[in-house]
């Protein structure tokens, strides 16, 4: 199996709530990157749990 290593990097993924943009920053934040989220589908307040690595950045 691929080993990613992105410990220290920042990934910009947008679409990332769901679908293939969902399981790309999922990848991103197993590999240690930070991930900032946009998305048009972001509800007020909605965010994604689980990591102290991840971002959410609502778009109009």
Known sequence: MLQLDFSGKTAIVTGGLQGIGLAISDTFLRAGARVVIGDIGCA???????????E????H
């Open 44 to 54: 007020p307040g909605q965010q994604r749990q689980g990591s102290n690595r991840l």
């Open 56 to 59: 959410m950045a609502r778009t």
